[in-house]
Every structure is written in C-alpha cells, then in structure tokens.
C-alpha cells in the first residue's frame, strides 16, 4: 500500500467531497496526465469512441479544467464500486466459511483486485452451486 499513499493522487479517493477550486489549484498537468493514463480513464475514453463522442474525448484529453471539473463524478464511482467490491468480497468470505476451501478476507479481496477471483472462477462457481444445493435442500 506505499505506492499508493506514496502517490499525490490517492488524496482524491479519501475525500468526502471535492473542493473543485483547491484542486484547480492543487493538481498540476502532471498530475492530470496520470489520471488520464489510468487503465480506467482509458476504458472510459474508449466507451466514449465506441459512442462516437469524439467531443468528449477530446475534451477529457485537452481540456485540464474539464477533466478537473468530472473528478468528483469519477471519484464517486470510484468509491460505488469499492463498496460493491467490499460488499461482495464479505459474501464470498462467509460462504467460503462453510466449506473445505474457507479462504481469509484479506485473501479474497487481493484475488478479486488482481483478477483472479470472479464470477467465472472455480471457486466462486463452487460456493454458488452450494448455495443452490442448500437452498433445494432447504425447500424440499
């Protein structure tokens, strides 16, 4: 998690708001172009050619007071997603607690970050088809 903190950027995820006009301040093209460069601001850039909006494009790439101006929309689904991925990875970590292959919360998170652990994974597909079973078994 150094790398992390240790980037200027990572204030953005802890706010609770953003004061658009400090960082209009605060953040510098530099920091701007790293934003852009985010694997996630590339699918975003992406989903919008593939829309065909090249005005927005052209915008989120050049125009360093309209990116600023979308942070905190970003930076709210940023933190959706976190919680969704929090809230899931909770789930897996109780269901797994029933079985023979328990894994640890921490275990589970790290292998949903780095992609390793999904909807098309053995280990999820178990837990779910023993929640079916427990489930029929439960109604029947």
């Not at 992390?4 to 204030?11: E, G, I, Q, T």
């Not at 979308?70 to 919680?83: I, N, S």
């Amino acid at each position: 998690m150094c790398h992390f903190y240790a980037n200027p950027l990572s204030v953005i995820c802890s706010l609770s708001f953003i004061d658009l006009d400090l960082f209009s301040e605060t953040l510098t093209p530099m920091h701007l172009n790293a934003i852009r460069a985010l694997p996630s601001m590339r699918s975003y850039i992406e989903g919008k050619l593939a829309e065909e909006d090249v005005e927005e494009v052209k915008s989120l790439l050049y125009d360093n007071a309209y990116l600023i101006s979308l942070l905190p929309q970003f930076v709210d689904l940023v933190q959706t997603k976190a919680r969704e991925i929090r809230e899931a990875v909770i789930v897996l970590t109780m269901l797994s607690d029933r079985t023979k292959s328990r894994r640890e919360l921490g275990d589970l998170y790290l292998g949903v970050l780095a992609g390793e652990v999904n909807s098309q994974s053995p280990f999820v597909r178990e837990l779910c088809q023993l929640q079916r079973y427990e489930l029929c078994e439960n109604l029947t």
